[in-house]
């Protein structure tokens, strides 16, 4: 008998371009909002998570070079789709849907602004490394 042992699924391919990246990201995110506004009639943690995976996955499964993009997607995304899903929930009231756009936006604030201090390190760290060093050879 044979063990057999678990190995990581390769991607093939050399992975998503920005613009697949930016649909993943909006779809995946856009998704959890809106299982979550139709089961609690407002986001909470697991939109949070959503937004936490979207940037992971844009991270893990983005080419090179595709870091900028799936850092700055994930804020843009939620925003859009939050206020794409009130518009439709709510219908056209300008001070129900600001009212409920601020509050979603404010009850999401910590994952989103852990997710892009994560992300930004990762992008900056990136950049770092590309970057010539300064050490003057003797």
């Known amino acids: 008998m044979s063990a057999t042992t678990a190995t990581k699924p390769l991607i093939q391919g050399p992975g998503l371009k920005a613009p697949g990246i930016v649909v993943m990201q909006f779809f995946f995110i856009a998704l959890f909002t809106l299982i979550e506004l139709v089961f609690r009639s407002g986001v909470g943690i697991v939109t949070g998570i959503a937004i936490c995976a979207a940037l992971y996955g844009g991270l893990r499964f983005g080419r090179p070079g595709t870091t900028y993009v799936s850092v700055v997607t994930p ?41 892009a201090l994560y992300g930004w390190f990762i992008y900056f760290n990136e950049k770092a490394k590309t970057r010539p060093s300064r050490k003057k050879s003797a």
Do not use: H, N, Q, Y
């Open 75 to 115: 804020p843009i995304a939620f925003a859009v789709s939050l206020f794409a899903l009130t518009l439709i929930f709510d219908g056209f009231k300008p001070s129900r849907v600001g009212i409920d756009v601020i509050a979603g936006l404010a009850s999401e604030a910590p994952f989103l602004i852990i997710s």
